[in-house]
């Protein structure tokens, strides 16, 4: 069997073997000052899984297992690119001990010696100073496997990554599951599906560094996939489950007004608002009900006041590898002569809202295609439009290109690797260049799609 295995699959074997030996090394012997060594397997890895897919058009089997053991590599190993999971095994040993961990910060605990959980100084100095001295912003959801990995590692800090990196893989497997079966509703490819488990940016962005969009990601294609099948009441529980992950999924809410609203037929013109509204209230009543339950536990007014600040310093003072928003402050030195961050944190949110609003209305959402395609439209925007753009954000629209015309996210996952050469410098300062090269590629690559994407829409109408 082995043999035979070996015969029809040797290529694929070949590569996977290779595939592993390239996430070893990223694993455990980069640096993240090195960028050389760290484009070098990115763009290496990337070549391999396009290789698997290209070779195994349905052997999902295999790409499944390769996607799994290439997750598996990263088990023993203390993220190397990103300090954040310091702070959610601080979080998840707070709540332990019976702490609220959005009432404090750890850089008091630290600084008066008097931290109620093991090897506090130890995470502080890992988390950094900036991360210690906010407010912690991680939903209850994600506290909550913050939690579990406090309950069976609540003294090793590689034992929290143990756990954080299980609880990230099963997510994946979840949305492997899910994805599969929704791409089987949509009457697409099921083979998508690898565009994303197998991408070396979700290995190593949520295998490898820990960031729990994994979860998010989980949830989203999970609540999509009920909404597909008709079952809207437990797709809003779920989507509530995903906006406690991570905030990012209440933008999608507008966008679900067609789908409930217009239930006659897809060419319907007629606002159905008897069987539709009491449906649509029904989801968003849902949907808010579980994210409110779930902050239940910790609300007061002074989590309000501390969360209400962490979001505002979010928008108004933190920038990184922003897009359009880098042109702004580009053009308030040439006018004002100072970083316009607080104004502009403040309008460009409005006109990410105001755009939203736009594809509510404006824009067919009828169909799961057509809304999952205005889903992936308003989160770029917001990203567009966004003053920091970590690496993992990008995640979201990965996952949903996977079920639409649109693969310019693909090359977005690849590119966004420019922006860790902020790490070359010893005092974290980006290379505005290859920020600039970073979005040269992604805009002409979303601007060429929505190009050809019109251009067919427009070809099918005439035709019709």
Not at 312 to 320: A, G, H, R
């Amino acid at each position: 069997m082995l043999a035979q295995l070996w015969k029809y699959n040797r290529f694929s074997i070949l590569f996977i073997f290779i595939g592993l030996l390239f996430y070893w090394n990223f694993a455990y012997t980069l640096e993240r000052i090195d960028f050389f060594k760290m484009i070098s397997l990115w763009t290496a890895l990337f070549i391999v899984s396009y290789k698997l897919i290209q070779f195994n058009p349905k052997n999902w089997k295999l790409l499944a297992i390769a996607a799994l053991l290439f997750r598996v590599v990263f088990l023993f190993a203390i993220p190397n690119l990103s300090q954040d999971f310091y702070r959610f095994i601080w979080d998840g040993r707070m709540i332990l001990e019976g702490f609220n961990p959005y009432l404090s910060l750890p850089e008091i605990w630290t600084a008066q010696g008097n931290a109620p959980i093991a090897q506090a100084q130890e995470l502080y100095n890992g988390m950094g100073e900036l991360n210690g001295h906010h407010y912690t912003n991680y939903p209850p959801m994600s506290q909550l496997c913050y939690f579990i990995a406090a309950l069976f590692a609540s003294k090793s800090i590689l034992g929290s990554a143990m756990v954080f990196r299980v609880l990230i893989i099963l997510a994946d497997v979840g949305t492997f599951y899910f994805g599969r079966k929704l791409l089987l509703a949509l009457k697409i490819p099921k083979n998508r599906i690898f565009w994303y488990i197998l991408n070396p940016f979700i290995i190593i962005e949520f295998a490898g560094n820990l960031h729990f969009e994994a979860v998010m990601v989980f949830f989203i294609i999970w609540s999509l996939y009920l909404l597909q099948k008709g079952y809207w009441y437990w797709a809003a529980m779920v989507l509530g489950l995903s906006v406690s992950v991570k905030l990012i999924p209440l933008l999608f809410l507008p966008l679900f007004f067609q789908k409930f609203a217009f239930v006659d037929s897809e060419d319907s013109k007629r606002l159905s608002w008897v069987k539709g509204v009491p449906k649509l209230i029904g989801f968003y009543g849902l949907v808010l009900g579980v994210v409110l339950l779930t902050f239940a536990p910790f609300l007061s007014e002074q989590f309000l006041h501390n969360y209400k600040r962490t979001i505002t310093l979010w928008f108004q003072t933190f920038e990184f590898n922003a897009s359009i928003y880098f042109i702004v402050r580009w053009i308030g030195y040439q006018i004002v002569g100072w970083n316009v961050i607080e104004t502009a944190g403040k309008i460009l949110p409005l006109i990410t809202i105001s755009i939203l609003v736009g594809l509510t209305f404006l824009r067919k959402n009828r169909t799961m295609p057509q809304l999952i395609t205005g889903m992936l439209i308003g989160i770029c925007i917001y990203y567009f439009l966004s003053t920091t753009i970590h690496p993992w954000y990008i995640a979201v629209p990965l996952s949903i290109c996977v079920f639409t015309n649109y693969k310019f996210p693909i090359a977005w996952s690849f590119v966004i690797i420019f922006s860790y050469t902020a790490y070359i410098d010893p005092s974290f300062k980006e290379n505005l260049w290859m920020v600039g090269l970073e979005y040269l590629v992604v805009f002409g690559a979303f601007i060429w799609e929505v190009y050809q994407n019109t251009k067919s829409t427009n070809l099918k109408t005439i035709n019709a």
